[in-house]
């Protein structure tokens, strides 16, 4: 939520504002602009308003119109694992570590 603050910026954030202080004087202290602490807590009411909550995303696309077997879901997995591990190999190569 917000700006992309981190989770420990918004402990801060959450912490400071409980404590009575202002957005000025929040953002002075986290290095950021009043308008984008205010902006954080807008957000923070509209989505609980709206009943969303800081939870992962679920899975994007259409559902599944008949359900996986286990041998296709451990094929799944260690094709997704193989294209990490590939990711991962280049990213060292790249990085000039392999």
Same mark, same amino acid.
């Given at each position: ?7 420990? =910026?918004?402990?801060?954030?959450? !912490? ?6 202002? *957005? &000025? /004087?929040?953002?002075?202290?986290? $290095? #950021? ?5 205010? =902006?954080?807590?807008?957000?923070? !009411? ?6 969303? *909550? &800081? /939870?992962?995303?679920?899975?994007? $696309? #259409? ?24 990711l991962l190999r280049s990213f060292l190569r790249a990085a000039g570590r392999r």
């Open positions: 939520m917000g700006k992309h603050y981190t989770a420990r =910026e918004r402990e801060q954030i959450e !912490r400071l504002r409980q404590s009575g202080e202002t *957005y &000025a /004087s929040i953002g002075k202290q986290l $290095g #950021r602009r009043k308008e984008h602490i205010k =902006e954080y807590f807008r957000r923070k !009411r509209n989505n609980e308003q709206l009943g969303i *909550y &800081a /939870s992962p995303p679920g899975r994007k $696309g #259409r559902p599944r119109t008949t359900p996986l077997t286990k041998m296709r879901e451990f094929e799944l997995r260690v094709n997704e694992l193989e294209r990490e591990n590939d």
